[in-house]
């Protein structure tokens, strides 16, 4: 059998993290939320969360997106800094759900799991454009990496996940009887972009 090169595929930082639940806990109840328009969720007023009523969570963020653009992606430390954008909490409570979506304005994405179990929804991330470009819709003998347009997953508490902020995404109905917190942020890099082009015109300073 030959070997396959997966080339170009979509990057999903994963890391489990401790959280000071006692700490954690008296934060989220006096969190300032609103149920959305859709009727499928709660989530706060502010959008900064992370520089006011939650910002002891914000070193561990930014270890994590750190960790992953310096030691996964191997970005160069003297030229570019990942910066959080803004950042929101979402709550979930039994049959709500989030619908697919991407981030604009942003480069990566991420989710830190406050508070969940095993009944809180599965997050997944879909593949619009597969190597067939979606046109055809074939019938596998079974679903691997290669052949599958969705990949689910149950995270736990204290788990975070990274993500191109492109990438579209949605939350399966919650069937737990506890509600679901969940942080959200986008981020954006600072440094050059295009050094070391011929043409000095495309260089770009983000």
């Known amino acids: 059998m030959g070997d396959v090169y997966r080339a170009f595929s979509t990057p999903l930082y994963r890391r489990k993290n401790q959280l000071n639940k006692a700490e954690l806990n008296p934060a989220l109840g006096s969190l300032d939320m609103y149920r959305l328009k859709t009727n499928d969720g709660y989530t706060t007023k502010s959008p900064w969360v992370l520089e006011n009523e939650l910002k002891f969570l914000k070193p561990l963020v930014q270890d994590c997106l750190d960790d992953m653009i310096y030691n996964d992606w191997k970005f160069k430390k003297d030229l570019y800094k990942i910066e959080i954008q803004n950042s929101w909490v979402m709550k979930h409570t039994k049959g ?15 989710i830190l799991y406050l508070q969940c179990d095993e009944k809180s929804g599965t997050l997944m991330f879909v593949n619009q454009d597969n190597w067939c470009g979606n046109v055809l819709d074939f019938e596998f003998e079974e679903d691997n990496a290669l052949n599958q347009d969705t990949v689910g997953l149950v995270p736990g508490e204290g788990e975070i996940l990274i993500f191109p902020s492109r990438t579209p995404h949605m939350v399966s109905p919650s069937m737990s009887e506890h509600s679901r917190y969940c942080l959200a942020f986008n981020t954006w890099i600072r440094g050059p972009v295009g050094k070391g082009h011929e043409n000095n015109n495309s260089q770009l300073d983000l």
């Open 96 to 110: 709500d759900q989030s619908g697919m979506h991407w981030h604009s304005n942003s480069l990566f994405s991420g």
